[in-house]
């Protein structure tokens, strides 16, 4: 009886050792290798606006009160609630307890006063401090208790605080976390080889729940030929926002991939200087977007990928409604309404093009699409960003241009005065308002809706598609963004398969 | 002893004028760093903020005596976009460049003298005919389409190369090599394809000289006045060309370093000009000046170690 017991007892432990080996030999990768376009320069969102360097750190090492998720909502982050006052100008922040930056420093409201007072200072240099104007004044009231006091209602305020050029910093680092960031976030800072890679490692003291990587190493590769070879060769695993739209079916034939279409907060549109004759008129804007048909451009430029846009909306953005119907594709209709305008045999003019692939294609089709309704549009390649800038968005000596804008809920841009496009538009500026007084979502949300349906008749500027978001990335993998309401390559919930 | 010191002085005095000139064309291109870096929707006194900690509201000449006094103390100052010391950057990358274009360099000299020699030695000879093809397609087709070619062929279809990216020294000698060797070899046809034509054109211009039917009237084996007499002295030209190619060679290497994603000088100032990175772009151009000034330099001194004749006139 005993030594059958002994028998049952030594298959047991033999088939459990199996068993831990046999998982340990199935354990699932801790590591990424993720491709990107573009370096960042520096790795300080709070100094500087290109989007590179917060889909570098922004969630993975630098974290903020709030945060947007990937759908694009608003959640908490290092502040756990916050009560926002009637008239919409106190609020009032219960942060995290026992929260500590990756140098060891706590995170405390003293802390968080630092950071958005550091925004709105007067030598500020953060790249969106106009988004933060209406705080008036910062108070900690106590270690965890943080309180913002507006000037005017600014119904927007909570989303902008979840940005990248909203997070907490530790003052000590300040100056240096351009190279040597620090931040509250699950992963931390290892090494930046300069044009090459940054690596960041898991952050072993993170307040929250322990990220499943261990190690995320982002690497840099402007061509996108040879980002294609990378993926196929296995020196990246994953490119969340791949550039060659007409490689993608390439991929999508592969088993060993997984091609992810979803869609960003880029709108990609034809500018018109509203100031200038003939896009003073109505009509003629009105006119020029009739005669360009939107999927065609999509197709030339983005192999089909991307969503046809009536305003200054994205589908990531929320309130977004399809207005593509105010002004369809109508040559018959263009025609006419540029008769209307006094141009029966057309007219002459001039667009800027960037020196991008997307601009280049769409303006040689757009200027095919003009020329059907008699109107001759000349190209002037303009390099960006640079030179184009300087002359169309700054000196606004342009006819027409074609850009990509690339952050979210960005329709404001139409009520700045000045900005490129011109635009004056009082019952506009009063949507506007109307949004930042909003008091509840739905009063803002309907606020967005309102404007999104101005902008659609009047067209201060030719509405083509948002962008598509085109993530490539290895079988196995799981948790990357599909959509990109945040330009961010937030990858704290991403893990391979066992 | 007094030609080199003359030699260093207008080699001191050129560099000067180049810094001036690269420092005026810096001004004038358009473009202010500070919008860059801070993009689209900054406010107006955000970037007069940002201008004023750059020091770009300097004056053009307190910045221009700036940058050299800081060059004298060796100091070539912050990149705006890093925010780290342009030498770090220069000398990070070199690690890269150097050996990459020491290594095209090597490579297209390996492949052309042997084969204009040998095209020079049996004109019209099969030999010939394919050194009139090489150079041909090689003089045509650019280094970076070559580039992408060999990524195609060797690192995707065989999978015997990486298809780019540097692993950096740190990871060893021979990875580091394996990652250099198909970009060296992109950098290097063309190159080679100029110096095959000039090495046979050199070669054939010499066989007719008069000392070389005197060698071969004293009774010199064909192949003794080829390498004893004729290759010594047509590497006069050769040495030339290559001097003046190094410029070729180093613009070359911009276009390759990006096709293969090497983090080298070529990405660093492609990647600053689009940025305008202002003081990285000046650094980096009047350092390929004085490299290029200076292997010019080195080629005028090599002639008179390669012609004994050259001395006497001097």
Known sequence: MTSHFRSILTVATTALSLLVVGSAVAAPRTDLVLGMSIEPSGLDPTAAAPVAIGQVVWQNLFEGLVTIDKDGNIEPELAENWDISTDGLTYTFDLRDNVTFQNGKPFNAQTAKYTLDRILAEDSVNPQKSLYKSIESVKALDTDTLVLTLSKPSADLLYWLGFPAAVMIEPSSETTNATDPVGTGPFKFSEWKKGNQVTLVENTNYWGKAPKLEQVVFRFIGDPQAQAAALISGGIDAIPE????????????????????????????????????????????????????????????????????????????????????????????????????????????????????YAERASEIMQAYFSMIGVTMKIETSEFPAKWVQDVFKDTNYDMTIIGHAEPLDIGIYARDPYYFNYDNPDFNKAMVDVSNATTEQERVSGYQHAQKILAQDVPALFLYARPKIGIWKQGLNGMWRNGPVPSNDVTDVFWNE | MRYIAQSLVGLIITLLVVSFVIFLIMEAVPGDPAEIILGMSAAPDTLEALRNQLGLNQPFLVRYADWLIGLLRGDLGDSYTYSTSVAQLIGERLTVTLPLTCLAALLSVLISVPLGVLAAARPNGVVDMFASLFSQIGIAVPNFWIGLLLILGLALTFDWFPVGGFPGWEAGFWPALHALALPSVALAIPQAAVLTRVTRAAVIEITNEDFVRTARAKGATPSHALWRHIVPNAMIPIVTMLGMQISVLIAGAVLVENVFALPGMGTLAYQALAQRDLIVIQNVVLFFAAIVMSINFLVDALYTVLDPRLRVRR
């Open chain 1, 242 to 357: 791949f550039t060659a739209p007409e490689l993608v079916s390439q991929f999508e034939k592969n088993n060993a991939f997984e091609t992810v279409i979803g869609t960003t907060g880029m709108e990609v549109i034809a500018g018109m200087n509203n100031a200038r004759k003939p896009f003073n008129d109505v009509r003629v804007r009105q006119a020029l977007m009739m005669a360009t048909d939107r999927q065609a451009i999509i197709d030339a430029t983005n192999a089909g990928l991307g969503t046809p846009i009536g305003s200054h909306f994205s589908p990531s953005d929320a309130g977004y409604e399809d207005l593509t119907t105010a002004l369809p594709y109508d040559p018959a209709k263009a025609k006419q309404l540029l008769a209307e305008a006094g141009y029966p045999n057309g007219f002459t003019f001039t667009m800027k093009v960037p020196n991008r692939t």
